[in-house]
């Protein structure tokens, strides 16, 4: 491959089918979805999903979303039960990704699950990533379209900057809305918290569902011996969507040398919604991220974010980019 940028389409026909073309030859494209752009191969073929990882620099043990065009296509994959065709009737299409067990029979690519015997599966609601998957009639491994461990991209740009060189092809179709990756539910637990709260997944429940720091009552996914991390699903590493400018957090002013995003009624740089709204500041937050980390700055300061609703997602996403 050419060492040179990626080409940037604007999202179209002529884009759809190139990329179509891209992933049925076996290569990577980065196509948006709702919640950030995807770096998306072919996940029945393990070349095709080995150029994910290379792409990325990301660790074979950190297994990858498959995307998929409806139910009916994720039930020729996972096996379900009624709790998890509950949650996918409810939210699919949109940015829930649901840990299933995979089926024997599944065709998945063995690199896709990383040694697991579940996979992780979504029906993404995105326009270009719907129009990708039924042009090249594939499930598609689509893990965000960025360098292993650093800022989520939620623009095209974003994606040509971190990615340049290694993959061939952006679709652009602006700003992706959600902001955040999707949630991961693997059961009754949220093992990454993301656009859809568990008041939301769960009404009703006493105390909602379990994060993945609290004890399973079921053992979960069985390791191979090749994963030796506790990777569970994708996006769980302790450190990721990291700068590489050191981030504080709870900050209610800027010290020397920071550049300051700030939230509500405190402002810095930039502020990632001066009403406070939570929806707002998620699809806000890789954005500014991105722009801090190519500030003169020497580091970043991020004001505080109430732990409620989507807050849990961004608060998540902000301790793994502080953890070092």
Not at 65 to 73: E, G, N, Q, R, T
């Amino acid at each position: 491959m050419s060492p040179t940028n990626p080409r940037i389409l604007p999202y179209g026909t002529a884009a759809i089918a190139e990329a179509a073309a891209l992933i049925r030859a076996g290569e990577c494209v980065a196509v948006p979805t709702e919640t950030v752009y995807g770096l998306a191969a072919d996940a029945t073929e393990s070349r095709a999903v080995a150029g994910i990882y290379a792409a990325k620099g990301r660790p074979s043990f950190n297994p990858l979303i498959v995307h998929v065009p409806d139910l009916a296509a994720a039930e020729r994959i996972a096996l379900f039960d009624d709790a998890a065709r509950d949650l996918a009737t409810r939210f699919w299409p949109g940015p829930l990704t649901l840990v299933l067990p995979v089926r024997p029979d599944a065709g998945i690519a063995a690199l896709v699950t990383a040694g697991l015997d579940t996979i992780a599966i979504r029906v993404p609601r995105h326009r270009a990533m719907q129009a990708l998957l039924k042009a090249s009639g594939k499930p598609l491994a689509a893990p965000s379209a960025n360098a292993s461990g650093s800022i989520s991209p939620t623009r095209a740009e974003h994606v040509a900057k971190s990615l340049a060189g290694r993959i061939p092809l952006v679709i652009d179709d602006g700003a992706t809305p959600a902001g955040v990756e999707s949630t991961i539910v693997m059961g009754s637990s949220i093992l990454r918290p993301g656009p859809l709260t568990r008041d939301q997944l769960f009404p009703g429940e006493s105390r909602g569902p379990r994060s993945r720091d609290e004890s399973l009552s079921d053992p979960g996914p069985r390791l191979s011996p090749g994963n030796s991390q506790g990777i569970t699903a994708p996006g769980q590493l302790d450190s990721h969507y990291a700068p590489s400018k050191p981030v504080r957090l709870n900050a209610t002013d800027a010290r020397d040398g920071e550049y300051f995003i700030g939230f509500g009624p405190i402002t810095g740089n930039e502020t990632l919604s001066p009403s406070g709204d939570l929806t707002e500041a998620a699809a806000n937050l890789f954005d500014a991220l991105h722009r801090a980390d190519a500030s003169d700055a020497l580091a970043i300061a991020v004001a505080p974010i109430p732990e409620t609703g989507i807050g849990v997602a961004i608060n998540d996403r902000l301790r793994r980019a502080a953890h070092r």
